[in-house]
C-alpha cells in the first residue's frame, strides 16, 4: 500500500501554488493551410479538355473531367488527381479520379467522374495524371 501511494505521487503534477490560475482557455487555435502545387509534368499525352464540379447538396458533389488520348499509345490505367479548391484557393478536398475499365485507344475521349466531399468547392486544379494506375489483376484492364 505504501509502494502505490508514493508511485502514484510521482506520476502527478504538483498543484499550482496558493493564488496562481491554470490557463485552461483555448484561445490558440491552430491554422492550417494547405497550398496547392501544380507543378507536374503531364507526359501522359492525355488531354483535359473540360473540368466541371456537378454540386450535389452544400456538403460535396460530382468531378467530372473529359480527357483526350493524344499520345500514339494506349492509355493503359489512367489515373488523375486533382485538388478542389475553395472560392479563397484553400484546399476543400484531394481525390484521384481513375478509369480502368479499359485502355483508352490513341485519339480516344473518355469521360470520368467520382463524388467528393467538401464544403465551398468552386475550382478543381490538376495535380498529376498517369497511364501506370493498376488496371486490375495483373495490371490488364480486359
Known sequence: LIAFSVLGCLNS???PPPGQQIDTSSETK???SQETTNKFVNDTGMVIDDIT???KGSLGGDVIINVTNGSSEECEG???NVDILSES???VASMGL???IAPIPPSGKQTIKEMFIGK???EVVVTDITCDAV???ENKCN
Open 89 to 91: 484557393k484553400n484546399v
Open 13 to 15: 503534477e504538483p498543484p
Open 120 to 122: 465551398g468547392a468552386k
Open 98 to 100: 481513375k478509369y480502368s
Open 53 to 55: 464540379i456537378a454540386p
Open 135 to 137: 488496371c486490375g489483376q
Open 78 to 80: 489512367l489515373a488523375v
Open 30 to 32: 491552430e491554422s492550417i
